[in-house]
């Protein structure tokens, strides 16, 4: 997805500002970056498992998901520093690197053709997908929009309480959506191996977790029309007010400019 580099990105950046110090193993950052272009645009195939292709599209897509591992660890070193530290932006993007590094532990495990025949038609595959895209990629945009708007208004967010607000809802609605379709999921993988089960019984066995994902998504709603109700009142906040005197282009700092 494209949209990971660019939250990768992000928090990159914000990290070691917060932090206050460079990032451990930044000589790294480039060799995990051109394993996610190369290597992950060949694991689309790993959902060709069993169907009617040819299995050497599988097995690459396979071995892709097990190389990629390459890609999370490096993230992970580089960014272990946002563990232990406080700021609204750092743990919006501590919670995002938790779920982006579990989708891609998860995404090899249920590659592999023996966890795939249970697992590729479910909504298992939902739950990777909500927990990677928007418990790991949307959450560390989050981490980077509140991290840059007062610097770029020169004044703080408006509410504190807003702002906490949208951190815990978002947050629960992540955990309880993707629980609730990884309980689907596995509830459907069991029924759909059973040959006795018919298809209307393995929805009925399936509503209440749906249920309960849907009143997740809700939440999740919610938790973003406060998000966006505070960016808002900031805005016009700064609006109302002269502008910063600072320039929010400046030259980089040392902990800003790129290691060499």
Known sequence: CWLAPMALAGAYYVVPKVVGRVLPSYDFAPLGFWTLIFVGTWTGGRHLVGGPVPAWIATIAVVACAMLLFHYMVVTLNLRGACGVSGTAIRF??????????????????????VAVDTQFTFLARAL??????GGISMMFFGGIYFMVPRLTGRAWASSALTDGHRWFVMAGVVVLVGALAVAGWTQADALLDAKVVLGDIFGRVRLPLLVASGAQLLILGANLLFLVHFCQSACACCLTAAPAENPFRQPSTLEAPAT
Do not use: C, K, P
């Open 93 to 114: 993007i501590r919670f995002g690197l938790v779920a982006y590094v579990l989708t891609g532990a998860l995404d090899a495990l249920t590659s592999f053709r023996s």
């Open 129 to 134: 997908e909500q927990l990677g895209l928007y």
